[in-house]
């Protein structure tokens, strides 16, 4: 029986079982392999499906809308829903996470079964992988965009404060002298960022020190397109004069003017007034929410008070809002003039004129994209505004916050990720 006691051909056994071990976990490898990019591709989908959802919606307001948004990004990045059996799933708001049910953020769920190569041995034909993204929107870090090329984009002279914490400034001028400080102010903001130089003659300080030679910065607001109006058919201009209460509701006029001592409320709705709007008396100017297309020059200069809430103004001419009196203008929080306080015409080169004081409180983006803009007097630290202008004149103290801080919805807050 010395058969049963050879040992030959032992190795040859033991090489074969390692061989096939190999082989096993080799095939193992190669298809985790797959998986693994199957599955950063899906993320991929999901975040590019959450930002672009976010995006639609920060401009839209629509759960529709941001759906179709974020289901064609999934598609341009390779995973269609129900093609292949994959399934993209978009949620408006969130319905899973820290984030669920938070408003303005959207949700993308990837999921796509990915066939196997050498698992089907072990009866694995295919192995579904899983991602998601949530995106939304954050607070934009900028305040101040100016956007002349060339020249003094910011001139601050005498003795003025401008005090913007948090916030940065961009300046997109090529000169030596694009910022221009002469006297004994002060410019404060989180960051300066300058495309050529700067100047400060005197004894005024600007902090922090401007970073120049920065890279321009293009109109953030440049997609916004005018409201559509129509000055056919408008109404006689009204003036009101006296003492007593006035009321009108929306509609086109051929102007609208309050001179007296009295009470003028306008209805909340769209007008579109075809010639001057004027506040320049002693009364009391009610705006109600809705959009104001003016084709003349706005002035509001009364000594009385002036209040709108959900406001918007469009202008052609010249534009001039003082605070002598009690004044406060908000800008919409929703809908297609969502954050605009001011949007003067990209044909419109009339500067335009701000005369703050410790009563006037004004919450928007200030957007006068081929004009100065001249902030003086002195402004409350209760604003939030964001300005995106030509240029900028400083004269005054002026001091305003990030409106991004309370309007989250903003055209100019960041859309992020934050699953």
């Known amino acids: 029986m010395r058969i049963w006691r050879n040992e030959a051909g032992q190795t040859l056994i033991l090489v ?19 998986l693994f990019r199957a599955r950063w ?3 991929i989908a999901a975040d590019a499906a959450a930002t672009a959802g976010a995006l639609d919606y920060h401009f839209n307001q629509s759960a529709t809308s941001a759906k179709s948004a974020a289901q064609a990004a999934a598609s341009a990045n390779g995973i269609t829903n129900g093609s292949g059996g ?10 899973n996470g820290p984030n669920a049910g938070a408003a303005g953020f959207v949700e993308a769920i990837v999921t796509q079964p990915n066939p196997t190569t050498f698992m089907r041995i072990l009866g694995l034909d295919s192995i579904s992988v899983s991602a998601r993204g949530v995106a939304g929107s954050g607070i934009g870090s900028g305040c101040v965009w100016t956007l002349g090329t060339s020249g003094e984009d910011i001139q601050n002279t005498g003795s003025a404060s401008i005090s913007i914490p948090g916030c940065y400034i961009y300046d997109d001028s090529s000169s030596s002298n694009a910022l221009d400080q002469t006297g004994s102010g002060s410019i404060s903001a989180k960051g300066i960022n300058i495309v050529g130089g700067y100047k400060n003659v005197g004894s005024g300080t600007i902090s922090p020190t401007p970073t120049t030679g920065a890279a321009s910065q293009s109109d953030p607001l440049s997609y916004l397109q005018p409201p559509s109006y129509s000055t056919s058919g408008c109404g006689a201009a009204q003036s009101f004069t006296g003492s007593g209460t006035y009321s009108l509701g929306p509609g086109c006029y051929d102007g609208i003017s309050l001179t007296g001592s009295g009470t003028l409320t306008l209805g909340a709705g769209n007008y579109v007034i075809n010639g001057n709007f004027s506040d320049t008396g002693s009364g009391t100017l009610n705006l109600g ?6 084709t003349g020059n706005l002035s509001l200069t009364g000594s009385g008070p002036m209040s709108g809430t959900s406001v918007s103004f469009y202008t052609l001419g010249t534009t001039s809002v003082t605070g002598s009196g009690t004044v406060t203008l908000e800008a919409p929080t929703s809908g297609s003039d969502d954050g605009i306080l001011f949007f003067q015409s990209r044909s419109d080169s009339n500067a335009m004129t701000v005369t703050g004081s410790s009563n006037m409180t004004l919450q928007g983006i200030i957007y006068v994209p081929d004009a ?31 409106y991004s801080l309370i309007n989250s919805s903003s055209p100019l807050s960041q859309t992020i990720m934050v699953e």
Do not use: H, R, W
């Open 16 to 34: 074969a079982f390692c061989i096939t071990a190999l082989m096993g976990f080799m095939a193992m490898a190669v298809d985790v392999g797959i």
């Open 41 to 43: 591709n899906a993320q």
């Open 86 to 95: 994959a399934v993209v799933t978009v949620n408006v708001p969130p319905a």
């Open 289 to 294: 929410a809705g959009q104001y297309v003016v």
């Open 372 to 402: 100065q803009l001249k902030m003086t007097g002195s402004g409350s630290s209760n604003s939030y505004e964001n300005v995106v202008v030509n240029s900028l004149d400083f004269t005054g103290s002026t001091a305003f916050q990030n």
